[in-house]
């Protein structure tokens, strides 16, 4: 795919010149990417913050490129946060196993969830927290196994939607990136 | 469940033994949920810096939320090395390496934008636990073969036998299974 084109995406204080990339034929997306951003996370969380849920008592994500900003809204809100890891691990003991019927490039993901973990997701508020959703489908799987795990969701948060908004659930998002 | 019990940077923490293999078990360390153990150890690894470092290199993922922690306090930008290749990469550059401990091949990875960013430049590894060293080896012939150098390794801890290669925090021992 050649990606020489770029596409400028802004976060409160903080724009980039990102890739444009094909990912399906004649569709491309603005590539955003958090992990190694260091100003980026730190201007996003800084404004989620702000849309957070008062009530929220615990956030909830999933590895790899949300876990900054996770980190860093937890730290902000001085709320704990748990992360549903993409990969089983040798150590995990009796997780909670959950299919996401993902649409990116048609290949499909589970999460995985420690018991240890879901644990201090019972009985919490939970505010779900992602980079980018686009059609929903992880945002989806990410709620159901908060459920599973004993929580209540209270708030659906991403940094940016994109494309056209197809989650069916309450999302709050900052920005709009465009599929073109 | 048995513990072992830590100190980091004066946060005490009860990590649980787990079994990850045939007759051996570990004390397991999660930074991942955990910003106060994250952001003490980040305070104290930046103290440790080594002189002339000018990024940071981090296998994802457990140790990604230390390296954002240690970028913001060190105003040094971090990579992460991935261990799957995107479909979205541009030119990415690979290294599989063998885990001593579960004898499977496990791929590093750089996104070939992330490789601009480390050549020809003084680059830190951070990682949260080096036990075998086999991703740490990895990881420096990763950097290396891209025209990086390789000028210190931060962790949290060293795990099993002790290095004088990595400045760690601290010292984990491996453990034998319970039955």
């Known amino acids: 795919m050649t990606t020489l084109e770029t596409y400028p995406i802004t976060v409160g204080n903080v724009t980039r010149h990102v890739p444009l990339v094909e990912t399906l034929p004649g569709m491309r997306i603005p590539l955003v990417e958090f992990l190694g951003d260091t100003e980026l996370v730190e201007e996003a969380a800084r404004l989620l913050k702000e849309r957070l849920p008062e009530e929220t008592e615990l956030l909830f994500s999933l590895e790899c490129s949300s876990v900054p900003l996770v980190h860093r809204l937890a ?106 | 469940m048995k513990t072992y019990p830590v100190e980091i940077a004066g946060v005490r923490r009860e990590l649980p033994v787990v079994q990850v293999g045939d007759g051996v078990a570990v004390a397991l360390l999660n930074l991942l949920g955990d910003p106060e153990l994250t952001e003490a150890a980040a305070a104290a690894m930046a103290e440790r810096l080594p002189q002339g470092a000018e990024v940071l290199v981090t296998p994802e993922v457990k140790a990604v939320p230390l390296a954002h922690a240690l970028s913001v306090r060190t105003g040094l930008p971090y990579v992460v090395a991935r261990k799957t290749v995107k479909p979205y990469m541009i030119r990415p550059v690979t290294r599989e390496v063998v885990s001593i401990t579960t004898g499977k091949p496990q791929l590093l990875v750089l996104d070939g934008a992330d490789v601009e960013r480390i050549r020809g430049k003084n680059v830190v590894i951070v990682d949260d636990v080096v036990s075998t060293g086999s991703t740490l080896k990895g990881l420096r012939e990763l950097i290396e073969s891209v025209g ?32």
């Open chain 1, 75 to 180: 730290q902000l809100s001085e709320l704990p946060y748990v992360t549903a890891r993409k990969r089983r691990r040798a150590y995990m003991e009796d997780p909670l196993i959950q299919e996401v019927p993902s649409l990116t490039l048609g290949a499909s993901d589970t999460l995985w969830l420690d018991r240890r973990w879901a644990e201090r997701i019972m009985n919490q508020k939970v505010a779900l927290v992602m980079d980018v959703v686009s059609s929903g489908g992880t945002m989806k799987a990410l709620e159901r196994l908060a459920h599973r795990a004993g929580g209540q969701v209270i708030g659906r948060l991403a940094v940016f939607q994109q494309g056209k908004r197809q989650f069916n659930g309450e999302l709050v998002y900052l920005y709009e990136i465009p599929i073109l």
């Open chain 2, 148 to 179: 990086g150098r390789v000028v210190g390794v931060l962790a949290v801890f060293t795990e099993g036998s002790p290095r004088d290669d990595v400045t760690a925090l601290g010292h984990l021992p491996l453990f034998q299974p319970e039955e």
